[in-house]
Structures are given as C-alpha cells and as structure tokens.
C-alpha cells in the first residue's frame, strides 16, 4: 500500500492517522477535512469551552511537533464530496481528487435541525468549534436561551447557559431529558437537576420550527405554544455524514456497514468512529456508536486490518461517556436498551451519588454512576470482563 487517505479530520481521522505511522505505514499519507482547523476535541464545546474555561488553543489533539511526525498532506477547508472506488480517488469540493489506494473514513455525523433554524442569526447548533464560538458570543446573563433536544448535548448546554447567566427552557419531544439515555427509571434524577438550577423543562412535546425576523425570536412547540427566546440552540439528534459516499458502492444503512474489525465490503477501505456501523462479537445485531471512546480506540483494530489486507483483529471495545452537569458527574458504560432491567448496586438515588446496573436476559449489559467515579471504574471493568468471557466461551450474544 502506497497511498491512504484519511478522510475526516476529527478525533477518529486524527488517531488514524496516528496509527498508520505507528504501525509502520511509511507511505504517502493525506488526511482532508472539510474545516479549515487543525483536529480539535469536540466533546468540551458543549462543557467548558462554552462556559468559557478552554480556550480554542486548549482544545487541540496534537502538537506542533506530532502533527509534523506524522509527515502528512493536510486538505483542510475542502469536504470530500464522492469516492471513487473503482479508480481509488477521493473527490473533493474544490474539484481536485486524491489518488490513493487505501482509505479510512471518518467523516463523523451532521446535525440535524428544525424548520427555520437554517442560518438565521441566533440560531445555533453545536457540532464545530466555530459553532460553539458563535452561541458564546450570544449567551450573556439574562438572555432568554431555548435548547432544543434533552440529549446529552442539549443537557450539557442547557447547564453551561445557565453558568453563564442565561434564562433556560429545555424542550424535549420525550417525556424526560435524557429517557433514551439512561432509562425512564433515572431520567427523572436529571429532570430534578436541571429544574434545581432554573432551568425551565418542557418535555411532552416536540417543538416543530424555530421562530425568527431579523434574527432568532422563539420556538414554536407542536401544541401551539411559543418559547419567546433571544438565542435558540437545536439539538434534535445526528445523522452519519454518508451522503456523500452514495454510489461508492459501500453499504449504507444509518452509517457505513462494516464487519467486526470496522473494515467494508470493499476492500481496502475502512471505517471507524461515528460513521462506522460495525458488529461487535458480544452482539448479535450491528450497532454504530457516536461516542469519544469509541472514534479514540477503534482506529487502532481498523489500522491493523486496513494494513492487513484482511481482517485479522475484531474491535470489542465498549463504548463509554462520561458528562458533567452543575457540578454532577454522569458516567456510563455499554449498550443500554428500553427494555433493561436497572437495579441501584451501590449508594442511593437520593443521595445521587450511586452506581447503577442494566440487565437484559440475565447479563449485565450497561452500568451508570452519578458523583461515584471510583466505584464506576470498578464496576465497569467487571462488565468488561462479562462481556469479554461471554464472547469468549461462545455463549450467544446482547
């Protein structure tokens, strides 16, 4: 293998690059990445780069001395816009195309938005540091602050906001902020949080359009209400940034289909990180994974096995996360589902400071802690361990 493109320049796309030279790739090595900066770490923009306790300079993933190690070409500020799999060419927006013969894709996921929320001023997403560059510059205290989304990220801003001064109203389609996440049985813990803090929780009902003249002035909810608001920031969810690998003859289904060592259907060409929609061997369906640990260690099996020629290593890692919100601490590990059974194994809900166990079929499957860090850390190598010797002694799959 001569030439490989990194195609994605983020926390996956820098750690790939990495991993080729670790592990003796000594070919021409070109990472292209449709911002114009240098790999940057995503998850403080919605922390404590917005609450304006990083600097952007902070927040890079190498050095001056370790990006130039890497002896790469940078095509930064140009998105890729097809691969050619046939004549091994990566075109991009620009119209130029880089010829290679080895491809790792890590172009991440896009955000979605909500009618109206296009770029109107005052609307924001939170996806690049550009992005959370503009919502700091519109968060002051006593602005009105509309976050659209109880995921993770909306929760995060929604506390950050409110650090800086902001009147919060968090909006949710679910029942609960973060019910998909942890579970209706603990979701209720971080609605308390939030309203603790003045945050204003409207859940129940999806907002339907972001409101605007001149600039951002409210949300509209399905019911008819209007969240009057000076900044909107909308956090409904992600989709894998596949589009435009259409016709490559990959397998797209909510991100690139791979195998259990994140390589594809075509040879020589790998994907890893939020796009990459792999089987892991403790699990009988693929899963895709939008997490840091996950684009921070599949690179290193992807690598291996894009270097390989054939897949000779799996990636079993579990995916984990960790948030932290008004002083809280949220960790989680594994692969939660509607239907788990959760069970308190250490501390109590009411101090919210406990460690929480997910059962499916028997197994642990997940386990969450709040405020409990050494106690997760324990029990999640225990579940590291279930699983691995579940896989290990071929006794079926989550």
Do not use: C, M, W
């Given at each position: 293998m001569r030439a490989v493109a990194v195609v994605g320049a983020s926390v996956a796309g820098w750690r790939a690059a990495q991993?080729?030279?670790?592990?003796?790739?000594?070919?021409?090595?070109?990472?292209?990445?449709?911002?114009?900066?240098?790999?940057?770490?995503?998850?403080?923009?919605?922390?404590?780069?917005?609450?304006?306790?990083?600097?952007?300079?902070?927040?890079a993933l190498g050095s001056e001395q370790e990006e130039a190690d890497l002896a790469a070409e940078w095509r930064l500020g140009v998105a890729a816009v097809r691969?050619?799999?046939?004549?091994?060419?990566?075109?991009?927006?620009d119209g130029s195309e880089v010829r290679v013969d080895g491809?790792?894709?890590?172009?991440?996921?896009?955000?979605?938005?909500?009618?109206?929320g296009g770029e109107v001023p005052g609307c924001h997403r939170m996806r690049t540091i550009d992005d959370a560059l503009a919502l700091r510059e519109d968060i002051s205290a006593g602005a009105r602050v509309v976050v659209v989304g109880g995921g993770l990220i909306g929760t995060e801003i929604a506390s950050s906001c409110r650090a800086l001064g902001a009147q919060v109203t968090l909006v949710d389609a679910q029942h609960l902020p973060l019910a998909r996440t942890l579970g209706i049985e603990l979701a209720p813990l971080y609605f308390a949080l939030h309203e603790d803090h003045g945050v204003r929780v409207r859940c129940g009902t999806p907002a339907i359009r972001v409101l605007a003249e001149d600039r951002v002035t409210g949300v509209e909810l399905a019911d008819g209400r209007?969240?009057?608001?000076?900044?909107?920031?909308v956090e409904v969810g992600a989709e894998p940034a596949t589009h435009w690998l259409r016709g490559s003859g990959l397998?797209?289904?909510d991100g690139v289909v791979t195998d259990s060592g994140c390589a594809t259907a075509i040879p020589n060409v790998v994907a890893v990180g939020d796009i990459a929609r792999y089987r892991p061997p403790h699990h009988r369906r693929t899963v895709r994974s939008d997490h840091w640990s996950t684009a921070m260690n599949q690179p290193p099996v992807a690598v291996r096995n894009l270097l390989a020629g054939r897949t000779v290593a799996d990636y079993t890692g579990i995916p984990h996360f960790w948030s932290r919100q008004y002083g809280s601490t949220l960790q989680f590990a594994g692969y939660a589902g509607p239907k788990d059974r959760i069970t308190v194994v250490d501390g109590s809900l009411a101090s919210r400071r406990f460690v929480a166990a997910y059962h499916r079929g028997g197994r642990q499957v997940a386990v969450l802690a709040m405020n409990s860090p050494k106690?997760?850390?324990?029990?999640?190598?225990?579940?590291?361990?279930?699983?691995?010797?579940?896989?290990?002694?071929?006794e079926g799959h989550l």
């Open positions: 991993e080729l030279r670790e592990q003796g790739f000594d070919g021409q090595l070109v990472i292209i990445g449709a911002e114009p900066h240098r790999p940057y770490d995503r998850p403080p923009l919605s922390k404590e780069f917005l609450a304006g306790k990083l600097q952007p300079e902070e927040l691969l050619d799999t046939r004549r091994g060419a990566v075109v991009l927006a491809v790792v894709l890590a172009t991440g996921s896009a955000r979605l938005s909500l009618p109206g209007v969240l009057p608001a000076d900044a909107v920031v397998k797209l289904r106690q997760f850390a324990t029990h999640r190598r225990r579940l590291t361990t279930t699983l691995t010797a579940v896989t290990n002694r071929g």
